[in-house]
C-alpha cells in the first residue's frame, strides 16, 4: 500500500514559477513509477509529465515539455516537479499517482496510487 501527499500548489501570476512535491508512505516507493495529472473543470484528468522508478525515463505532456521539470528522490519517497513560465491555463488541480512497473505509464488508469491533489491557479 503506498499513500501519497501532495503539496506546494497555490496562486501564482502568469509566468511565474512554482515546484510541488508528492511525498510518499510505504517501503517500495524506488520500484514505483511517479506521474503528475492535473484536471481542470470540466475536463478530463490528463497527463503532464511522469519519471521511472531509476529516473533514466522521463516524460513529458507536449503542452508542458522545456516549462516542467518532474524529478525524484527516491531516499526522501518525493517526487517533484518543477513549474516555470506558467501559464492561466495551466490552472488545475495537480495529482501524482503511482505504479509498481518497470515502464512509465502516461495514462491515469494505468496508476494504482493517487494523492488527494493540490490547487495550481495562473492569474493572467
Known amino acids: 500500500q503506498v499513500q501519497l501527499v501532495e503539496s506546494g500548489g497555490g496562486l501564482v501570476q502568469a509566468g511565474g514559477s512554482l515546484r510541488l512535491s508528492c511525498a510518499a508512505s510505504?517501503?517500495?516507493?524506488?520500484?514505483?513509477?511517479m506521474g503528475w495529472f492535473r484536471q481542470a473543470p470540466g475536463r478530463e484528468r490528463e497527463f503532464v509529465a511522469a519519471v521511472s522508478w531509476s529516473s533514466d525515463s522521463t516524460y513529458y505532456a507536449d503542452s508542458v515539455k522545456g516549462r516542467f521539470t518532474i524529478s525524484r528522490d527516491n531516499a526522501k519517497k518525493t517526487v517533484y516537479m518543477q513549474m516555470n513560465s506558467l501559464k492561466p491555463e495551466d490552472t488545475a488541480v495537480y495529482f501524482c499517482?503511482?505504479?509498481?512497473?518497470?515502464?512509465?505509464?502516461?495514462?491515469?488508469?494505468?496508476?494504482?496510487?493517487w494523492g488527494q491533489g493540490t490547487q495550481v491557479t495562473v492569474s493572467s
Open positions: 499517482a503511482a505504479r509498481p512497473d518497470p515502464r512509465v505509464p502516461v495514462h491515469p488508469g494505468e496508476y494504482d496510487y
Open positions: 510505504g517501503r517500495t516507493f524506488s520500484r514505483f513509477a
